[in-house]
């Protein structure tokens, strides 16, 4: 069975620093795809960041990065010069491409920017 | 702007009333989810649509059902609410079509959270 593992419970950064947030999963299948969600204090749940395990390149979106380590089974989380809107609850998941379109989650890692 | 809406934002029950939550969606998604997710706690998936063909999760209680009785919407019904049933209520959906469009992202509603007295 797969399982995602997200190691920080809670992490806090002053504003423009950069930040990494970490994810290690199992999974004894080779094809994939990774997310990062981001949720906000009673808002909603958004995706932040995608990565397809058959894509060596590591997906960016701006400010956020990602070091996908596949070997490793690693999906850790860069952001760069953080901002109070960064202040979240940010969730790792795992999608198998048989996975019955279910996603497997971490526990989250609350994360507090401040100023 | 396409979305997913929940409504109402919060709704308060009391214990063993029947409640039902709404979902809609304007993104023309064929599969649609619905989870729970208590305090500070990651997701928990409840069950989902693939168009009309409904998947529950094995650990789903019997207490909860949900209906989808056209593309755009889905309701989710708490028969006799407990207190644990007390949590924030999830919709989501993705378009799942094969080949390039497998697979894609999840895009979540705002969430109802529920309460019950």
């Known amino acids: 069975a797969q399982t995602v593992t997200q190691s920080q419970p809670e992490m806090s950064v002053q504003e423009a620093e950069t930040v990494t947030l970490s994810c290690t999963y199992d999974t004894s299948e080779n094809n994939y795809y990774l997310f990062w969600y981001k949720q906000p204090p009673s808002r909603q749940m958004i995706l932040v960041i995608r990565q397809e395990a058959y894509k060596q390149q590591n997906a960016t979106e701006n400010r956020f990065s990602v070091n996908f380590q596949k070997a490793a089974k690693s999906f850790s989380l860069k952001i760069s010069d953080s901002q109070l809107g960064d202040t979240a609850m940010y969730f790792c998941a795992f999608m198998g491409m048989d996975s019955n379109y279910q996603l497997i989650w971490g526990a989250g890692t609350k994360l507090i920017i401040k100023p | ?117």
């Open chain 2, 1 to 117: 702007d396409a979305m997913v809406i929940q409504n109402p934002r919060y709704q308060v029950t009391q214990f063993g009333k029947p409640v039902t939550l709404s979902c809609s969606q304007t993104l023309n998604h064929n599969v649609m989810y619905w989870y729970q997710q208590k305090s500070s706690q990651a997701p928990k998936l409840l069950f989902h649509y693939y168009d009309k063909d409904f998947n529950n999760e094995a650990d789903t209680p019997d207490n909860f059902q949900s209906r989808r009785p056209n593309t755009s919407f889905c309701f989710l019904d708490i028969r006799s609410p407990g207190l644990g049933d007390a949590a924030m209520y999830l919709c989501a959906t993705s378009r799942e079509g094969g080949g390039a469009e497998s697979n894609q992202p999840q895009h979540f509603g705002d969430g109802t959270r529920l309460s019950i007295l």
